[in-house]
């Protein structure tokens, strides 16, 4: 009889699959936890929000100008008499995707330009390698303002696809071609934000390349293409999300200092940046008005930071620092 | 040594190269070319109206109408010298090209210059504030690892690199500047290199403009803002650099000859742990400069960064490409000054 549980105890105990072994891990960490909630919490603002709240951004309150906080109006009204607590709502739709979708952009070119030059090496890899030197050799901050400046004013040539128009007009509640300048902010965005993920997933890749399962695979007539996306990539996911993680809150971080200093999104469209850069002039009459923006920013980067730490542990427990 | 650093140097003056052409060709991305901004403002205000000679005259002034190779080899070497055209010396011989706005025909190196002495004031006190405390936060973090005050740190480091510098800035403003004068505190002054007039500080009393502790008092903010960011990176560094210098045998060697923890640590281990971060230091300096953009632009900080700033909102593209060129060129600097510190500092990188 006892024999006969404990080898029912054995049968019964649990196989725990991949993603439960990582959840386990990124459970202990409390503060990822706690950032997962406040993300959570501020992506039903930005979009469960607007569909409670019976104002609209846009809706100019007549005699309702410069408004303090009251039932009505949250966060009071701005120097237009609109709802600031609604502003705050579609502003962070704004925030939250653009670095959702810059993101995903900027890691799709890092993870194609890495592993071509991490795996076929010889002139593919000097010319990338040396197009991301040059492109870290030119300060950030600075270029992305000045590419803004120049194309922000409007006429810029180039535009993104009609359907991402249309896609992101529809999430943001203004029409496809309002989108533009945003759309071309991400633009910018990601032409001068994939190097770094280029030099991560070449290393990988580098070193991937010489294990006994890619020469397996190679000797069994799997083609490099095969390789790259079967083993190469997978096998280097981990530090690619985590990076993608950390990447969320770098983007938000960086749309927000543009649109701070007036060259990221534009009016009458508002991300939490622009509101911060709006507020300048009546600071001192409305100073909650600068306070919440920039906590909204300050959560969520740090939220996105959190997670990214846990995950580091959690996805490879190797690679932490 | 000698042949690695004539190959990094020749290495960098190539990277140079490249991206002043690409910081060149960004003057023609704006639409409708880069005086239309000019041109929509000259519309608007000049007393007759515009007609193309006048703008066929400001495109031959800036060299806009040339084939664009001979316009960039103007600008960039001063080569060929045309006929019934301004002579040009070119980037190479420190001619960047004239100012088109800020400061109308003056040398776009002479007006970012000219505040280049207030934003060294900023940026080298950040640099000290930022060692001194990031230094010593990680040291203590490393010597009591997994303390109560090493998580308190770690957290502390997190709000750091997470907090949105502009954010801060406005937020002391309003704070430091505002609520305190409102109450009655000793409080800081707003803004700006230096005041214009007198102002009464409670216990400090009056405060004359411009004298030194006016700059003093008005240098805090900026200075805390622009340093946060990489106070909390260069503690994390120096703390894991320490913690590994901690595990190394001669660490133990040294505390089993006797010698106090004191002493082990300060002589022995910093020593050793302070290497990367020299590095990592040097690597970062040209984003202090960056990075100063959006502090002296909270705080109106006169420096190259509130300058770049104005010539974009003015479209003073020349003044805006200069600034560009010359972060670059820290950059490739500071890459190589790097490289070079790092085998200064490590005998045991020998490069062949």
């Not at chain 1, 409007?154 to 071609?177: A, Q, V």
């Not at chain 1, 990447?247 to 649109?259: M, V």
């Not at chain 2, 742990?273 to 984003?287: C, K």
């Amino acid at each position: 009889m006892a024999t006969a549980e404990l080898g029912a105890e054995i049968l019964l105990t649990q196989e725990t699959s991949q993603f439960q072994v990582i959840w386990g891990r990124f459970r202990k960490h409390r503060l990822a936890l706690i950032g997962l909630a406040v993300l959570t919490l501020l992506f039903l603002f930005s979009f469960v929000g607007p569909s409670l709240s019976h104002n609209n951004p846009e809706t100019q309150w007549v005699g309702e100008i410069y408004g303090s906080p009251t039932r009505a109006f949250p966060l009071g009204t701005d120097e237009l008499g609109r709802d600031v607590m609604t502003r705050m709502m579609w502003a962070g739709r704004i925030s939250l995707i653009l670095s959702i979708f810059v993101t995903v952009c900027t890691v799709m070119i890092g993870i194609i330009a890495g592993s071509i030059s991490g795996y076929f090496g010889g002139w593919p890899d000097t010319l990338i390698m040396r197009t991301v030197d040059v492109l870290l050799t030119l300060p950030t901050l600075p270029l992305l303002l000045i590419l803004s400046a120049m194309t922000l004013r409007g006429g810029f040539p180039l535009t993104s696809p009609d359907f991402l128009n249309r896609f992101f007009g529809w999430i943001w509640g203004m029409p496809p071609e309002a989108t533009g300048n945003i759309m071309i902010l991400a633009g910018i965005l990601i032409v001068f934000g994939w190097m770094g993920l280029a030099r991560l997933v070449r290393g990988q890749v580098l070193s991937l390349r010489s294990m006994e399962y890619a020469e397996a695979a190679r000797s069994m007539g799997a083609s490099s293409w095969h390789i790259i996306f079967r083993h190469m990539i997978p096998n280097s996911m981990a530090p690619i999300i985590v990076a993608a993680t950390f990447s969320f809150g770098e983007i938000i971080i960086l749309e927000a200092a543009l649109s701070f200093l007036g060259f990221g999104v534009q009016p009458p469209a508002a991300s939490w940046g622009s509101l911060l850069n709006n507020v300048r002039d009546y600071m001192l009459i409305q100073p909650w008005r600068a306070f919440v923006p920039g906590l909204a920013i300050f959560l969520a980067s740090i939220s996105y930071n959190f997670i990214g730490d846990a995950l580091r542990d959690a996805l490879d427990p190797r690679l932490k620092l | 040594m000698t042949n690695f650093l004539i190959r990094r140097v020749l290495q960098g003056v190539l990277v140079l190269l490249v991206s002043s052409v690409l910081v060149f060709l960004l003057l023609y991305l704006a639409p409708g070319g880069p005086v239309s901004q000019i041109l929509v403002e000259k519309r608007q205000t000049a007393r007759y109206p515009i007609k193309q000679e006048d703008v066929d005259r400001l495109m031959k002034q800036y060299d806009l109408d040339l084939p664009l190779w001979q316009s960039y080899t103007r600008w960039a070497f001063g080569w060929p010298n045309l006929p019934d055209r301004a002579v040009r010396y070119g980037v190479i011989r420190g001619d960047f090209g004239t100012s088109w706005r800020i400061a109308p025909n003056e040398q776009t190196m002479k007006v970012i210059l000219r505040v280049l002495p207030n934003t060294l004031k900023l940026t080298i006190s950040s640099v000290i504030l930022s060692l001194l405390v990031g230094v010593s936060v990680g040291i203590y973090s490393a010597v009591h690892q997994y303390s109560k005050m090493d998580y308190t740190i770690t957290a502390a480091t997190f709000l750091g690199t997470a907090m949105p510098v502009f954010w801060l800035g406005t937020m002391m403003i309003l704070l430091f500047s505002f609520k305190f004068k409102e109450w009655g505190f000793p409080y800081l002054p707003p803004g700006s290199v230096s005041g214009a007039r007198d102002y009464i500080v409670p216990l400090l009393g009056t405060i004359q403009a411009n004298s030194p502790i006016d700059q003093v008092l008005r240098l805090v903010m900026p200075t805390i803002t622009l340093s946060l960011l990489f106070m909390a990176g260069w503690s994390r560094y120096t703390r894991s650099s320490m913690l590994e210098v901690l595990r190394q045998d001669y660490i133990r060697t040294a505390r089993a000859k006797g010698l106090s923890s004191r002493v082990v640590i300060s002589r022995h281990a910093l020593r050793n742990a302070l290497i990367p971060l020299v590095t990592i230091v040097t690597l970062q300096l040209p984003f202090i400069f960056g990075g100063a953009v959006i502090t002296e632009t909270i705080f109106n900080w006169h420096g190259m960064g509130l300058v770049f700033i104005n010539s974009l909102f003015q479209s003073d593209w020349p003044v805006a490409m200069t600034y560009i060129l010359i972060l670059s060129a820290l950059t490739v600097a500071s890459n190589l000054l790097a490289d070079v510190l790092y085998t200064l500092a490590d005998p045991r990188i020998r490069i062949s």
